[in-house]
């Protein structure tokens, strides 16, 4: 069975850092796509980034580009988040995510129905 476990949200101030992690048991990883999404209360998901395992090719949503960075631990299973120059608008319940479809493109990393499993969620609060 699939897990995912996340770690290392928390409250920051704006202009801060932040750095996520997700440990995926249960798999081996070679043929996972792999990613972050975001939401808020009464909003939509919203795809934060994601990347390829095997090879390593990111997707980033361009509201997160330039700041924030996905970097995966091969041996150890592990895909982390780094954020940094965090504003305002980046608090978030935000979800790892892992699923195993066909075809890697930004519009096919985007979509959240493609990715069948994802962690519990951990908060980033970024505050004045």
């Known amino acids: 069975q699939v897990q995912l476990v996340e770690s290392g949200g928390g409250r920051v101030q704006d202009g801060g850092s932040l750095r996520l992690a997700c440990i995926l048991t249960?798999?081996?990883?070679?043929?996972?796509?792999m990613g972050w999404f975001r939401q808020t209360p009464g909003a939509e998901r919203e795809f934060v980034g994601a990347?390829?395992?095997?090879?390593?090719?990111?997707y980033y949503a361009r509201s997160v580009e330039g700041r924030f960075t996905i970097s995966r631990d091969v041996a150890k299973n592990a895909m982390y988040l780094e954020m940094n120059s965090l504003k305002s608008d980046d608090t978030a319940a935000y979800y790892c995510?892992?699923?195993?479809?066909?075809?890697?493109?930004?519009?096919?990393?985007?979509?959240?129905?493609?990715?069948?499993?994802w962690g519990q969620g951990t908060q980033v609060t970024v505050s004045p």
């Open positions: 995510v892992a699923g195993t479809f066909r075809y890697w493109n930004f519009g096919t990393a985007g979509n959240p129905d493609n990715y069948a499993y």
């Open positions: 990347i390829l395992w095997n090879d390593g090719l990111p």
């Open positions: 249960g798999r081996t990883l070679n043929e996972y796509k």
